[in-house]
């Protein structure tokens, strides 16, 4: 009898989760940087985020408005309490929903808009014509870091000459501009200017620099963004 009665007793503690063995919190998660704020604003196309988090060592990033999925590293401590970080690329001018969610079955849920201009080519352009002009970029990835651009709102430009990926510099030329769509320009009427397209741009004026995609007056392109560095003076 003492040892039934003994069993019974051992069953209704297991059932209890006696002594706190085998019980699990909810996770929780919160977005710290690179604000705690529900929104953020940037000129470029990608930022890097994290935070806070315990009880799940998955965590998942997704911009909801692109559908870009990322899982984020963690660093765990002893407490069972971590930090969390994302690199979140391809941010789309306009509003970017980014939530960063903890756990599989049981989740908790943290999200931050991040921002971007709406037409980040108007955010390179040098002066609103060429005799206001008082700056101009050069692309760091050309030959000898020597081919330039400059960019005015009146739709002209003036662009050193030759193929930025296998050429020094030539001659400067002038040419008109054309908008190709948000993140990017065509440049018009001059066959021989170092750019033909730059597409991809992010950055702007006040940063001085800008990243964009080129293309040269070979017609060749490149995967990998060129960044642009603005220097003092005209060309």
């Known amino acids: 009898m003492r040892v039934l009665i003994l069993l019974i007793f051992a069953i209704i503690i297991t059932a209890c989760g006696g002594g706190g063995n085998g019980s699990s919190s909810r996770p929780t998660i ?101 005799t206001s002009a008082t700056n101009y970029w050069t692309d760091m990835h050309s030959i000898n870091a020597s081919h330039s651009i400059a960019l005015f709102a009146d739709g002209t430009g003036i662009s050193t000459t030759g193929n930025v990926l296998s050429e020094d510099a030539g001659a400067t030329d002038t040419f008109t501009w054309s908008i190709l769509g948000t993140e990017a320009i065509q440049i018009d009427n001059c066959s021989t200017c170092s750019f033909q397209q730059i597409t991809r741009i992010s950055g702007s004026l006040d940063e001085g620099v800008f990243l964009g995609q080129v293309e040269t007056v070979s017609g060749d392109g490149e995967i990998a963004l060129h960044a642009f560095f603005l220097n003092s003076g005209t060309l």
């Open 30 to 130: 919160s977005i710290e940087n690179p604000t705690s704020e529900p929104t953020y604003a940037t000129t470029s196309t990608s930022v890097s985020i994290g935070g806070r988090w315990s009880g799940s060592g998955f965590i998942q990033v997704l911009n909801t408005t692109t559908g870009f999925n990322t899982v984020a590293n963690t660093a765990i401590n002893s407490e069972g309490i971590g930090t969390w970080f994302a690199a979140v690329y391809g941010l789309v001018p306009g509003d970017n929903l980014i939530t960063a969610t903890a756990g599989k079955a049981d989740t908790a849920v943290d999200s931050i808009t991040i921002s971007r201009p709406l037409q980040p080519y108007t955010l390179i352009i040098n002066a609103a014509d060429s």
